[in-house]
């Protein structure tokens, strides 16, 4: 059912920072910084040849990563983003398969302004897995 990694999502503490890792270093392209307040976090996109990375890092108070940057100061792989084609069948057959699906199990609009949603890591492998409609 999954198909194209859409993107790998580090959390840092610090978004300047990972952005000059990322394109100083790295030398890869880095988009502009976008504040996504409703997500609670602030994201560059990293654009790769066949994929995706975004920075996150926590904007406001109530950040759904600041508890995992916590744990891990230094950053870490935060989630994965895999692309369906239709994200209400994808999260009916989640829940058919006993998978738990996080939130209300209603899609929000996600950072690319397309419906996503997000699925319990204890269900995968110990990994935050977020299901995008591409
Ligand atoms: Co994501």
Do not use: W
């Not at 899609?107 to 110990?126: I, M, S």
């Amino acid at each position: 059912m999954i198909g194209r990694l859409n993107h790998v999502a580090i959390a840092v503490p610090d978004l300047a920072a990972g952005t000059a890792v990322y394109r100083d270093v790295l030398g890869a392209k880095v988009s502009e910084p976008q504040s996504l307040p409703e997500h609670g976090v602030t994201v560059v996109f990293v654009e790769l040849p066949n994929t995706k990375v975004e920075l996150l890092e926590p904007l406001g108070e109530a950040s759904p990563i600041a508890a995992f940057l916590e744990k891990s100061p230094s950053g870490g792989i935060h989630h994965m983003c895999y692309e369906v084609d239709d994200i209400l069948a994808a999260r009916d057959r989640m829940l058919s398969e006993g998978a738990r699906v996080l939130g209300d199990g209603e899609p929000k609009t996600g950072a690319h302004n397309k419906p996503v949603l997000f699925l319990h890591p204890k269900d995968f492998c110990g990994t935050l897995v977020e299901l995008e409609q591409a």
